[in-house]
């Protein structure tokens, strides 16, 4: 049977849970960028002690709005403030349903007057351009799908990430000079191989960096002097195996299960989103089990958003953001799991009997939105969410969200695996669920991300 939208695939699956549990699709996908450039421990040691350079052009979706009321759309949708908002600047976009919960999130570029442009995973997109077309805005939109859903087999442009300790003097060679002062998360203009280049002062892994970006056609000019650039600075390519693997130290949950599943209020959007969007096809995975969809749902406080939260303005979500304020349940945390046990899980792959789930190196996410239940003397404190292996700190990693009494350095215990041998994502052999240690840690993990750049993101957070 065909299904016209969200609603009707909902309504047909039984619920919410039951769909996103038995999706037949696995993680999310990074595209067209070969799996590894030379071999990825390598490639994450570079943009901790050389620089590293990320291809961010096919694996997220482009919103451009343009318009007299771009910014008015935005503010009535967004918990960030907008009155500091100006061209050249950027912005991390947060979006909630009325009850307080996170739809989506992405990197909100104002690009020129009235006009702008949203990158990142598609469910703040899909929110935005929802009320574009539904309510009273004058503005125009232009959508360009991430390269998985992309019929036009391209983008409209190219993104790179120039990153590490060594990316200034990368860049200096490759525009051929000193660089424009760009404050973070401000946007300044480049010329690389004689070619515009416009660029962010960002920093995915923690360290230094820029988000370039430009027209597509012009693509592989700017990457080759960048490459050719970063020759005597221990540049490498990062490849998609890895790529994803950065947010681990930097402490940034790229996965949180949209916001949408429930609410009378939300039916009309439901009714919108179509039949085989990302909402509809995302797969939920983990040891973490609910009937009810909103026990998945986090909150700004969860997901280290509450220093965005402005309420200077008037936006969905604000009456229940306001009661929320002073009164956080969870708090975002890296978990630093136990290598004694995760070996352990992994010796029981070479034995016969029941064996572990498969922990996959460096990227162990097994689908779209994952949860795994945490536990101390049994009982649930919290949850694990995004999961891999980093080399630079020689550590199985996972952000996580924990009550707010659980303490940095506490030990919680990590239940590895899906219930009753595993559902029927086809990404999930059958097994048994084990328990792997885990010590609570700062987030972000990586010292650097602290200390040095700690300030970049107390600016990012005041600006909101």
Same mark, same amino acid.
């Given at each position: ?7 009707? /695939? ?57 318009? @007299? ?22 912005? &991390? ?22 006009? /702008? /442009? ?9 929110? /935005?351009? !929802?009320?574009?077309? %539904?309510?009273?805005?004058? +503005? ?7 390269? #998985? ?13 120039? &990153? ?9 060679? #490759?525009?051929?000079?000193?660089? @424009? *002062? ?39 000019? +700017? ?30 949950? @790229?996965?949180?299960? @949209?916001?949408?599943? %429930? ?33 998945? !749902? ?17 936006? +969905? ?11 956080? *349940? ?35 996410? !097994? ?11 049994? *009982? ?10 980093? !080399? ?22 990590? +239940? ?7 559902? #029927? ?7 048994? &669920? ?31």
């Amino acid at each position: 049977m065909s299904y016209r939208n969200l609603e009707e /695939v909902l309504q047909a699956a039984g619920g919410p849970v039951e769909l996103a549990r038995n999706s037949q699709i696995g993680p999310y996908v990074y595209p067209k960028v070969p799996s590894e450039f030379t071999n990825w421990r390598d490639e994450q040691v570079a943009w901790a002690e050389t620089c590293a350079l990320f291809d961010q052009s096919h694996h997220m979706t482009e919103l451009y709005v343009e318009g @007299p009321d771009t910014i008015r759309l935005f503010s009535d949708l967004g918990v960030n403030t907008f009155g500091n908002f100006a061209v050249n600047k950027a912005k &991390q976009f947060v979006t909630c349903n009325p009850d307080g919960y996170v739809i989506g999130d992405g990197i909100l570029f104002y690009l020129e007057e009235t006009r /702008v /442009v949203l990158v990142g995973r598609p469910s703040a997109h899909n929110w /935005v351009q !929802y009320h574009a077309e %539904t309510g009273d805005y004058d +503005v125009s939109l232009e959508r360009d799908e991430r390269t #998985a859903v992309n019929p036009t087999g391209r983008r409209k442009v190219y993104r790179f990430q120039v &990153q590490g300790p060594n990316a200034n003097e990368v860049m200096k060679k #490759a525009t051929g000079g000193d660089l @424009p *002062e760009i404050k973070f998360f401000n946007m300044g203009d480049l010329t690389i191989a004689g070619r515009h280049v416009r660029a962010m002062h960002h920093g995915m892994s923690g360290a230094p960096g820029l988000e370039l970006f430009g027209p597509w056609e012009e693509a592989e000019e +700017v990457r080759a002097a960048i490459v050719e650039a970063g020759g005597d600075y221990g540049l490498r390519q990062v490849g998609s195996r890895v790529y994803a693997t950065n947010t681990l130290e930097s402490g940034w949950i @790229p996965c949180p299960l @949209p916001a949408v599943f %429930t609410g009378d209020d939300m039916k009309a959007y439901r009714e919108w989103l179509p039949a085989n969007g990302y909402e509809a096809t995302g797969s939920l995975g983990g040891s973490f089990y609910s009937n009810d969809i909103a026990d998945y !749902y986090l909150t700004p406080h969860d997901l280290g958003y509450w220093p965005f939260v402005k309420f200077d303005h008037d936006f +969905v979500g604000r009456d229940a953001l306001e009661k929320m304020v002073d009164n956080p *349940e969870r708090k975002k945390v890296t978990l630093a799991w136990n290598g004694d046990d995760v070996a352990r899980a992994m010796g029981t792959w070479f034995k016969k009997g029941d064996a572990a789930k498969y922990i996959d190196l460096p990227l162990s996410n !097994y689908s779209t939105w994952p949860y795994d239940k945490l536990l101390v003397d049994g *009982e649930m404190v919290g949850i694990s969410t995004f999961s891999g292996y980093s !080399y630079n700190e020689r550590s199985m990693l996972s952000l996580g969200i924990v009550d707010v009494d659980v303490d940095l350095g506490n030990e919680v215990t990590l +239940v590895w695996g899906e219930e009753n041998g595993g559902s #029927a994502k086809p990404v999930v052999e059958r097994h048994a &669920q084990t328990e792997i240690r885990a010590i609570v840690s700062p987030c972000p993990y990586s010292e650097v991300a602290r200390t040095s750049y700690a300030e970049g993101w107390r600016t990012k957070a005041a600006v909101g």
